[in-house]
């Protein structure tokens, strides 16, 4: 059946770096998008990135544009993402996702807490 | 980004129905076709319950409908049951390839 697990999360001080994995079966990766969606404790869903089936295109959201970097392998049925210059308000439970237009499978999250 | 517009919270009886608003722009809701709807219970991963705007996936209850006019998406619950209270997030995936939620609806079953 289809599944999605995150890892990678933990506690890293303000300005630090974590990358966060994504490790999908199941289901063929390399034709489905990918998001990364994070849930701060106690809020809303917060759309962070997209990478597109092929790994051709990307977008990201503006609070996280320019620290954050998705990527994949195809080879490895691996999402990856690579946050750098962490602040306190990244705190959250990040989740991946598959599909593009609609994510109709996620993964249980990975939580990353940046605190001091 | 901005978010969707959702009524923070709903609520109906057992065998009731409840419908749950979800409001943007001409920008997302509008004019995509891509409304979706998820629902997530606590300490869960969010499931998709419809996508573009009123398509189930496999193993939904058609209890669960979707609709849209203009730039505002609904949800409806029909015959409401225990296992439905949960927080519903409308989302959207606009032009701009990035995927819009709305605040959240927390629905309780009385």
């Known amino acids: 059946q289809v599944q999605l697990v995150e890892s990678g999360g933990g506690v890293v001080q303000p300005g630090g770096s974590l990358r966060l994995s994504c490790a999908a079966s199941?289901?063929?990766?390399?034709?489905?998008?990918i998001h990364w969606v994070r849930q701060a404790p106690g809020k809303g869903l917060d759309w962070v990135s997209v990478?597109?089936?092929?790994?051709?295109?990307?977008f990201y959201a503006d609070a996280v544009k320019g620290r954050f970097t998705i990527s994949r392998d195809n080879s490895k049925n691996t999402v990856y993402l690579q946050m750098n210059n962490l602040r306190v308000e990244d705190t959250a439970l990040y989740y991946c996702?598959?599909?593009?237009?609609?994510?109709?499978?996620w993964g249980p999250g990975t939580l990353v807490t940046v605190s001091s | 980004q901005s978010t969707l517009t959702q009524p923070p919270s709903a609520s109906g009886s057992p065998g009731q129905s409840v419908t749950i608003s979800c409001t943007g722009t001409?920008?997302?809701?509008?004019?995509?076709?891509?409304v979706s709807w998820l629902q997530q219970h606590p300490g869960k991963a969010p499931k998709l319950m419809i996508y573009?705007?009123?398509e189930r996936p496999s193993g939904v209850p058609d209890r669960f409908s979707g609709s849209k006019s203009g730039n505002t998406a609904s949800l409806t619950v029909s015959g409401l049951q225990a296992e439905d209270e949960a927080d519903y997030y409308c989302?959207?995936?606009?032009?701009?390839?990035?995927?819009?939620f709305g605040g959240g609806t927390k629905l309780t079953v009385l």
């Open positions: 996702a598959r599909g593009k237009t609609a994510p109709n499978s």
């Open positions: 199941g289901f063929t990766f390399s034709d489905y998008g």
């Open positions: 990478i597109w089936y092929d790994g051709t295109s990307k």
């Open positions: 001409s920008s997302d809701v509008g004019g995509s076709k891509f």
């Open positions: 573009e705007v009123s």
């Open positions: 989302s959207s995936y606009a032009g701009s390839n990035n995927l819009l």
